[in-house]
């Protein structure tokens, strides 16, 4: 299978659809895909396209002509006579080349053609030479030659053909680099037919570094393609085999050398490697410049080194011996302890390689907190699994690896750990911590019922401590968890005692937590919003200065989403501020996919449908290649949903519905509200009367309200010409006092005008016409919505000023809103939104009416210009008219002025 390479694909088969001559070089490693990336390029060609592939291979140096031959292999159309020419040493290497090209010359003719040499670091000189003269060549072919940058030496014929074809020729260079976390989960995917399990793919990605070609062994090696055992399976004898070959013929001290590089693990400092081989350093710099020239170690740092492929050092280090490897971790071990100020997670690697567990329990335990402060949630979490393999009961490691799962995306881990946290808590600052995070994690995993438990135990809880940090950490549990639940007013009323309580014992994390609560809380009231945004923008401001980048990220997010800021500006500089925040606290979910969500609020602030649509698309690809659970799970799909209802892709809408109801747990209105809205935009007046009646009852369990939905939810059923009283009926299901008002106003003048009441609905839309709340799209239906109401008064003069404000705020939309758009401007005879400007003045005359103009501005009248023209007056009369209106003049005189203007 091919992932990650779409773009790749697309431009070389641009090039071989110009039909012009062109060059591309596709550089990578080995198994980084390049063969993969031809066989696909050329299951897109036209099936008139001449293809030629030919395959250098090692040894090919002695073997003149290689590439060629091999491309022509078996083609009966090869004159034979030709081919002997090619092959026989006798004849002179001009004469030779010339014949080469003859035969490609034969073989194409003037048809398009790619022609291929795979492996060029092994051509020989003549296939070089070659390769380059049909780089000469005129007529319609994409030469394509592949090779690995890293095999590339000066004696080589490679390396001169490469500086020559950089100086005469414009080439395309395509560099395939390694597959990301997010193309490795992509490739386990399509592999397996189902998403991969996050802790899985990112395993796999750092065994394996992203090269496609070891997944595939891989997965190759496992009957049934269980991803999660592949994380530990041992690697098959192929492809340990291909990677041992690459130290196979190493001196000693090398080989030596390499193996205890093995053992130090990913990062290998030259001090370290030094201390436990006892090699003196310029011995050691002369193996090491040896072992990167040969692709086998990088230089990853300032005197730190890495294997170039994880599973190199794999391979190597499986044909140790266990006492060998033993010895080897023991002396690395003593020599960062003597060090002191060592890497935590390094000490635990060696720890436990030689079997000294406390100091392994110890170090894992500093290593993760270590890791959590810098925002390495996933390493975090490995060393806290580490340490617990030794010491399943330790409440500090398991506190530790609740929030690195957590924070990681792993739901299941940080509920598994964060609950025997809570059940093994010997004090009561544990159990407040871990019921802090069990309320979170419950609500991620859309667990109402245990929220309801868990919050019952806080305030069992709180009736057994005494006023202090304990009391005060338990009740900003029970403020998020109100919070959470849309129980606003418990939310503020546990936040206001967690705060006082902060104040009084002066408790700074707790007071941050406690406000995070309370801005929360009053942003979701549109008369409490602007309390909470003022809040909010100072936690940010202190959270960011006491470190607490879970707490700044969190009222960064809510700021973006709950109360959008004044501009554009301030909102991309608060999206972005909000990722970085999130980065620095590893926090997952925020940095990557409620990122995504917000590009897309800000392109719809710009009112750009097609970017917001793309963000989404762009995170929820990404999101999918996973499996996840609780409102992560298509975490993308309903907005994207009703971005796609907006643009009218309805086909795509079904689509995700379908993709939506295999989600358990989803918010009750989540399906019935999409196919309602479906059904309306299908003119399917039996579903939508059905639909609506299980939105209704849903709505009934959703103790919060949305003015959006409620607003497309009606705009839909009007365009179905749903009864006026399921309309009012629905409305008034839909809205609470809650809504922010510029939403409720707008569905009232909705309601309004659909009863007949246009004055009514007029003052209602042109009192929302500039509301901040709403982006431009809304603020472009409201205008056309305000145009119908004076239509209905034939107030066709400030109708058409409406629809005139209307086009600018809806030119990046489509879909319904443009569509309303279109039909209010043909009642007033204007041309749809979209269509070209008419073309006005001089230029919008014909050749005809120009004479005509010219003679109108020498001063003669209709009945000179029939005679001058051998035309009737009353054509003259035609000609005059239609030059006045398509100029915009009033007189014969104002044509006289703008022709001479002309």
Same mark, same amino acid.
């Given at each position: 299978m091919m992932i990650g390479r779409e773009s790749e694909l697309r431009r070389l088969a641009r090039l071989a659809a110009a039909r012009e001559p062109a060059v591309a070089l596709i550089a990578g490693e080995p198994g980084i895909g390049k063969t993969r990336l031809v066989h696909e390029l +050329?299951?897109? *060609?036209?099936?008139?396209?001449?293809?030629?592939?030919?395959q250098a291979e090692p040894g090919s140096l002695s073997r003149p002509y290689e590439v060629l031959l091999d491309a022509i292999d =078996?083609?009966?159309?090869?004159?034979?006579?030709?081919?002997?020419?090619? %092959?026989?040493?006798r004849r002179s290497p001009v004469e030779r080349l010339h014949t080469g090209l003859a035969v490609l010359a034969g073989l194409i003719g003037d048809s398009p053609a790619v022609v291929v040499f795979e492996d060029l670091h092994w051509a020989d000189s003549e296939s070089a030479a070659l390769f380059e003269r049909i780089a000469d060549q005129r007529g319609p072919r994409l030469l394509v030659g592949t090779y690995r940058p890293d095999e590339v030496t000066r004696r080589q014929p490679v390396a001169g053909l490469l500086a020559r074809m950089e100086r005469r020729h414009t080439l395309t260079h395509v560099r395939l680099d390694r597959l990301s976390p997010t193309q490795t989960a992509a490739f386990l995917a399509a592999a397996t037919g189902a998403p991969a399990p996050l802790r899985a793919a990112t395993a796999l990605h750092h065994r394996t570094g992203g090269n496609p070609f070891f997944l595939e062994e891989l997965l190759r090696a496992l009957p049934g393609y269980d991803v999660e055992a592949l994380v530990d399976q041992p690697l098959p004898w192929s492809l340990a085999d291909v990677l041992r070959r690459q130290v196979d013929d190493l001196e000693p001290l090398s080989h030596r050398i390499v193996e205890a590089a093995t053992v130090l693990g990913h990062r290998i400092p030259f001090d370290l490697l030094a201390d436990v081989t006892g090699t003196g350093e310029d011995e050691l710099i002369a193996v090491l410049r040896d072992l990167v020239t040969r692709g086998v170690l990088v230089e990853s740092g300032e005197d730190e080194f890495a294997f170039r492929h994880a599973l190199v050092r794999e391979a190597i280090g499986d044909q140790m011996l266990g006492?060998? !490897?033993?010895?080897?971790?023991?002396?690395? *071990?003593?020599? *960062?302890?003597?060090?002191?100020?060592?890497?935590?997670? +390094?000490?635990?690697?060696?720890? !436990?390689?030689? =079997?000294? #567990?406390?100091? +392994?329990?110890?170090?894992?335990?500093?290593? /993760? %907190?270590?890791?959590? @402060?810098i925002g390495s949630a996933y390493q975090a979490l490995q060393l806290a699994e580490m340490g617990l393999d030794e010491a399943s009961d330790d409440t500090e490691l398991l506190a530790a690896g609740a929030r690195a799962a957590w924070l990681a995306g792993l739901l299941d881990d940080a509920l598994r750990y964060g609950r025997r946290w809570r059940d093994l808590a010997t004090t009561t600052t544990d159990r407040a911590e871990s019921l802090y995070l069990l309320v979170r994690l419950a609500w991620e995993s859309r667990e109402t019922g245990a929220m309801r438990a868990l919050t019952h135990d806080i305030e069992t809880l709180i009736a057994q401590l005494p006023p202090g940090a304990d009391q005060a950490r338990a009740m900003t549990a029970i403020a998020q968890s109100a919070y959470l639940r849309d129980d606003l007013d418990g939310a503020l009323l546990w936040s206001d005692r967690a705060l006082a309580l902060a104040d009084e014992f002066d408790l700074p994390a707790i007071r941050l937590a406690a406000l995070l609560e309370k801005g929360s809380t009053l942003t979701e009231r549109p008369q409490t919003a602007t309390a909470g945004r003022e809040i909010l923008s100072a936690l940010v401001d202190e959270a960011e200065k006491a470190g607490e980048w879970v707490l700044a990220a969190r009222a960064l997010d809510i700021l973006v989403q709950a109360v959008p800021p004044a501009s554009p500006a301030d909102y991309a500089e608060s999206l972005e501020r909000m990722r970085v925040d999130a980065e620095r606290a590893g926090f997952e979910s925020l940095a990557v996919a409620t990122y995504f969500q917000g590009r897309a609020r800000l392109a719809m602030r710009a009112g750009d449908l097609r970017a917001a649509i793309a963000a989404l698309e762009e995170g929820r690809e990404q999101d999918r290649s996973y499996r996840r659970r609780g409102r992560w799970a298509d975490y993308h799909g309903v907005f994207l949903a009703g971005l796609y209802l907006e643009a009218g892709e309805l086909d795509r809408v079904t689509q995700l519905i379908a993709d939506l109801e295999t989600v358990p747990n989803n918010p009750p209105t989540t399906i019935p509200g999409l196919a309602f809205h479906l059904a309306c935009r299908r003119s399917d007046l039996p579903r939508a009367e059905s639909t609506l009646d299980d939105l209704l009852e849903a709505l009934t369990a959703q103790n919060w309200r949305s003015g959006e939905q409620a607003h497309n939810l009606v705009a839909a059923a009007l365009e179905l010409g749903l009864p006026a009283d399921r309309l009012d009926h629905m409305a008034a299901a839909l809205l609470d006092a809650e809504v922010w008002d510029a939403f409720r106003t707008l569905v009232g003048a909705q309601l309004a005008e659909a009863h007949g009441r246009h004055a009514e609905a007029l003052t209602a839309y042109e009192s929302v016409l500039e509301a901040h709340i709403l982006h431009p799209a809304y603020r472009g239906t409201v205008r056309v919505a305000a145009a119908r109401c004076l239509l209905a008064d034939d107030r066709r003069?400030?109708?058409? %000023? #409406?629809?005139? /404000?209307?086009?600018?705020?809806?030119? =990046?939309?489509?879909?319904?809103?443009?569509a309303q758009l279109d039909q209010v401007r043909a009642r007033l005879g204007m041309a749809p939104a979209d269509a070209p400007p008419a073309i006005t003045g001089p230029a919008a005359l014909t050749p005809r009416e120009r004479e005509v103009a010219v003679l109108i501005s020498d001063g003669l009248t209709n009945?000179?210009?029939?005679?001058?023209? #051998?035309?009737?007056?009353?054509t003259a %009369?035609?000609?005059? @008219?239609?030059?006045?209106?398509?100029?915009?003049?009033s007189s014969r005189t104002e044509v006289s002025d703008l022709i001479g203007r002309r």
């Open positions: +050329m299951a897109v *060609l036209p099936p008139e396209t001449v293809v030629l592939v030919g =078996g083609r009966p159309e090869v004159d034979q006579e030709q081919l002997a020419a090619l %092959a026989d040493p006492r060998q !490897r033993r010895r080897l971790h023991e002396t690395a *071990l003593d020599v *960062l302890l003597r060090g002191g100020a060592s890497d935590p997670a +390094m000490v635990a690697h060696h720890a !436990r390689g030689a =079997g000294r #567990y406390d100091d +392994m329990v110890t170090a894992a335990r500093r290593g /993760a %907190a270590l890791y959590l @402060s003069g400030e109708a058409t %000023a #409406y629809v005139e /404000a209307a086009v600018p705020l809806l030119a =990046g939309w489509r879909g319904w809103r443009v009945t000179e210009l029939a005679r001058r023209l #051998y035309i009737s007056p009353k %009369a035609v000609h005059v @008219s239609n030059i006045l209106r398509k100029l915009g003049a």
